[in-house]
């Protein structure tokens, strides 16, 4: 590893706070209790480099989607790719390189302690929560499930023994409305119930020039019923059920800039501003359905308590999307897919005072998927009868079935000094069924009608099926040690030792359907330390990193070659020799009196590909990670003015910046798509700047928040835009949403 000036003015930067931090505050600042240990404890008080935001800080930043949680913790970044319900998680420059519904992120994402092990479940509705924890490094001991570089968990708000509950409603610029409401109290000496829902929709604010209509329109619904039910004096029973809805539009946008060698007709340009596009296609619809079901009993022996967790969840998803962005149906998309897992947890943790404290316990999920997919390229063919179709079609099935045991010791073997070993044995099993139907006069899907498998049975002139079974496994780990000077500061090295499962290589358009990625491995160095104020409280935490991967999983695009020696492009997921990551972040929260409160985070990581030769010959080695921003900053000032009647008026400025990066392995600012046209695929800096004025009541029942996010953000300007589908010359535009105002009015009992 070669260490630049730079890296070393940064690290010593970093450890010169570390060393010569000194705070005075003269306020408290309420710790957020999280579980990242799978027992409570505070923040300050977990050796983990971690975010957490409870019910209010959710509130301040006004948190609608999972996918906005990534504006305020450090080092990661959530982008929707396909739509909200593909969201592409990075952390610690570390991301989930496989678009296909049969793959796993590094990140993992957990609603109320149960894996949404599909990366289409993890972009939804925020609403009624206690908390949210973004827990970075390995995590593979406690939580596993491929957990390599983090883990994102949410969790619902509790049903209490006292009536309490809240109604919100937001209205806003683009159409956008929302209602939030819950309710919940002790129904019995022995039960308490909580209801809760969320509605929410808005316009598009982008014109598509055809028709008019507004993009992208969204949509989505929630109701979450909660319980806690005293069985015995010792036995706890909690259960949820929550069904969710989403109803809209893919925020993937193309332009056919150069589909003219075609048509004479193209779209946009990426110079061009995005005020509006061309879309023939009237309907592309991203409808999402889920159930899950959560079922927790906690029995209390004596010293020590047994957990059974059981999770079940139910989702359905259809995509259809218009690839070509042209008045002319040249290239329509279709996806649909069902998922349903089931996950069965038993846990025992100690309960008792001493210098040890542990955790055993076993896991087992099983997950199905069935997956189809169609291209439509009808157009491309110059056919004037629309009831005849030219195109292909692919279905997917995947079942997984993974196990695994797992323990964890803490010893304080010195006053001050504290030890932890932890280790999980994992087994992941899987058979993939893979067929590719490249079919000619198959009907037209205006109709939706290519959700029926009946599909699979057309003579489409060379059906390609291939099923494959495999299983890995891995014992992956943790060996900490913790010093403790005083009750308000903590310090930590840990090394840890990730493992990510194997996984099927599959790209759409590749007639032989599959190949085998080997499970990924990661070794990760971490030293931190995390410190309170003596006066009052204003808290510090910071964490120094570095990642050695082998076998890091990598979706590049990839020359296989032809018969006639021609070349033959696909998109595939595939194994990275060895990669390395080091970084830090930094975290703040300072009070200095009753009115004033400040949040602040840094995040640096630098990434390298150091030993990357595809099988093409292409050599990736010495570039840097795609889609890993090397600075991130974000950050919160409010103050709160009294002594207006029976109202306080606080003033709120929040924001985050990611620095830009490269979304392609060559690291390339730009690409020529033609000979005349060329397409910046490195990411600009993307700054969002917002401000909420909350007017609230001296009771803290009433409040009105007037805000305006996103603040400069034009109508139309560019994220990202880059080549895909080269053999016809398009290309790809991520369009961010433009600056928003509206109000939002709350009452709370």
Request: charged share 25%; glycine share 8%.
């Amino acid at each position: 590893m070669l260490w630049s000036k730079d890296k070393v003015y940064l690290v010593a930067m970093f450890i010169s706070i570390l060393s010569g931090l000194s705070i005075t505050a003269y306020a408290e600042i309420e710790e957020v209790v999280v579980t990242a240990e799978r027992r409570e404890s505070t923040v300050t008080d977990t050796p983990i480099s971690m975010t957490a935001f409870d019910e209010n800080l959710i509130q301040k930043f006004r948190m609608e989607r999972s996918l906005d949680v990534a504006d305020q913790a450090p080092n990661l970044q959530i982008e929707e790719v396909y739509g909200v319900s593909a969201p592409r998680i990075t952390l610690r420059g570390v991301t989930n390189a496989d678009y296909a519904v049969t793959s796993n992120s590094p990140v993992t994402v957990y609603s109320d302690g149960v894996v949404l092990n599909n990366t289409t479940i993890q972009g939804f509705a925020m609403f009624d929560l206690e908390r949210v924890e973004v827990l970075r490094g390995p995590q593979g001991t406690l939580y596993g499930r491929n957990s390599t570089t983090g883990s994102l968990n949410f969790i619902s708000a509790r049903p209490t023994d006292e009536l309490s509950g809240y109604l919100r409603a937001t209205a806003g610029r683009y159409g956008q409305k929302r209602l939030d409401g819950a309710v919940g109290g002790a129904v019995s000496d022995s039960l308490r119930a909580r209801l809760a829902v969320t509605s929410g929709e808005s316009d598009g604010w982008v014109t598509n020039a055809l028709n008019g209509d507004k993009e992208p329109a969204q949509d989505d619904k929630a109701v979450r019923l909660a319980l806690e039910y005293d069985l015995t004096e010792n036995v706890d029973v909690f259960f949820k059920a929550q069904w969710s809805e989403y109803s809209g539009e893919a925020l993937l946008f193309h332009s056919g800039a150069s589909i003219h060698p075609f048509f004479g007709t193209p779209n946009p340009g990426p110079s061009d501003d995005y005020r509006s596009i061309v879309l023939d296609l009237d309907d592309r619809p991203e409808d999402i359905d889920s159930l899950d079901i959560v079922l927790q009993v906690d029995w209390r022996v004596s010293d020590w308590t047994l957990t059974s967790l059981t999770g079940f969840n139910d989702h359905e998803r259809l995509w259809i999307n218009d690839d070509d962005a042209s008045e002319f149906p040249a290239l329509h998309e279709y996806s649909q897919h069902e998922s349903d897992q089931f996950s069965q947890e038993f846990r025992l943790t100690s309960d008792f005072e001493g210098p040890a404290e542990w955790i055993f316990g076993v896991y087992y999920m099983e997950e199905d998927l069935d997956a189809l997919g169609a291209f439509d390229f009808t157009a491309l063919f110059f056919d004037p009868d629309p009831s005849n179709g030219y195109g292909s079609v692919n279905a997917r099935a995947q079942t997984l079935d993974s196990f695994a045991a797992f323990a964890q010791l803490d010893y304080a073997f010195a006053e001050k000094w504290s030890a932890g070993l932890g280790l999980r044995w994992t087994e992941d099993e899987k058979t993939y069924d893979f067929e590719y139907l490249p079919c000619i006069g198959f009907p037209r899907q205006d109709d939706r009608s290519f959700t029926d498998r009946s599909l699979i049975s057309l003579d489409c002139g060379g059906t390609q099926e291939r099923v494959d079974k495999a299983d890995w496994s891995a014992i992956s780990g943790k060996v900490s040690i913790e010093y403790r000077p005083d009750d308000r500061s903590l310090f930590y090295a840990s090394y840890s030792k990730g493992f990510k499962g194997g996984a099927f290589a599959v790209d759409s358009t590749l007639s032989d359907g599959t190949g085998r990625v080997d499970p990924e491995d990661l070794r990760s160095y971490e030293a931190g330390f995390k410190r309170q104020a003596q006066n009052g409280k204003a808290v510090v935490s910071g964490a120094l990193f570095f990642y050695d991967y082998e076998d890091l999983q990598q979706k590049s695009l990839v020359d296989l070659g032809s018969e006639d020696g021609l070349p033959n492009f696909v998109n595939l997921l595939n194994n990275v020799d060895e990669a390395e990551v080091y970084g830090a972040e930094v975290e703040l929260q300072w009070s200095p009196n009753e009115r004033t409160y400040t949040m602040l985070g840094f995040g640096w990581v630098d990434t390298e590909y150091t030993d990357f030769v595809q099988e093409d010959g292409t050599d990736f080695s010495g570039n840097k990670f795609q889609n890993a921003p090397e600075f991130t900053f974000n950050g919160l000032v409010q103050y709160r003015f009294d002594g207006l009647g029976n109202w306080s008026v606080t003033p709120q400025l929040d924001w985050s910046f990611a620095q830009g990066y490269f979304i392609n392995l060559a690291n390339d600012s730009f690409v020529d798509i033609t000979s005349t046209e060329r397409y910046k695929v490195e990411t600009e800096d993307d700054w969002d700047v917002n401000f909420r004025l909350t007017f609230e009541s001296i009771d803290l029942a009433f409040s009105v928040t007037a805000f305006i996010e996103d603040i400069g953000e034009h109508q139309g300007d560019i994220t990202q835009h880059y080549p895909s589908f080269d053999s016809l010359g398009t290309s790809m535009t991520n369009i961010s949403r433009p600056e928003t105002y509206g109000l939002t009015f709350a009452y709370e009992f």
